[in-house]
């Protein structure tokens, strides 16, 4: 079983950057399709954005499209979204997660694993 532990969320002023990662831990990711969700107050949570098992296929929320960068670094066993541009609705608990296979599903339900979660707070 993959354990994963995010990091890098903080308080960031309109217009800013922050990089989330995902470093796991137990199992190598390698065979593992990751994904960045967040959930704001209130709302469901939803996805960011999907890499496959190898980088090679990213998908992107609209609302991330231009603006966060998906990537892993399988060698290190981590995941990281760069996210640029930063608006105060991107305001959020980040979460990474995981599933096996090669399938790059957008609903939170169809991961099995998860962190804990980065609070990213974006003030205007």
């Known amino acids: 079983q993959v354990q994963l532990v995010e990091s890098g969320g903080g308080l960031v002023q309109a217009g800013g950057s922050l990089r989330l990662s995902c470093a796991a831990s137990?199992?190598?990711?390698?065979?593992?399709?990751m994904g960045w969700f967040r959930q704001a107050p209130g709302k469901e949570r939803e996805i960011v954005a999907t890499?496959?098992?190898?980088?090679?296929?990213?998908y992107y929320a609209d609302s991330a499209k231009g603006r966060f960068t998906v990537s892993r670094d399988n060698a290190k066993n981590t995941v990281y979204l760069q996210m640029n541009s930063l608006k105060p609705e991107d305001t959020a608990v980040y979460y990474c997660?995981?599933?096996?296979?090669?399938?790059?599903?957008?609903?939170?339900?169809?991961?099995?694993?998860w962190g804990q979660g980065t609070e990213v707070t974006v003030a205007s």
């Open positions: 997660a995981a599933r096996r296979g090669a399938a790059m599903p957008g609903s939170a339900k169809e991961y099995d694993t």
């Open positions: 137990g199992r190598t990711i390698n065979s593992y399709t």
């Open positions: 890499s496959s098992w190898s980088g090679g296929s990213i």
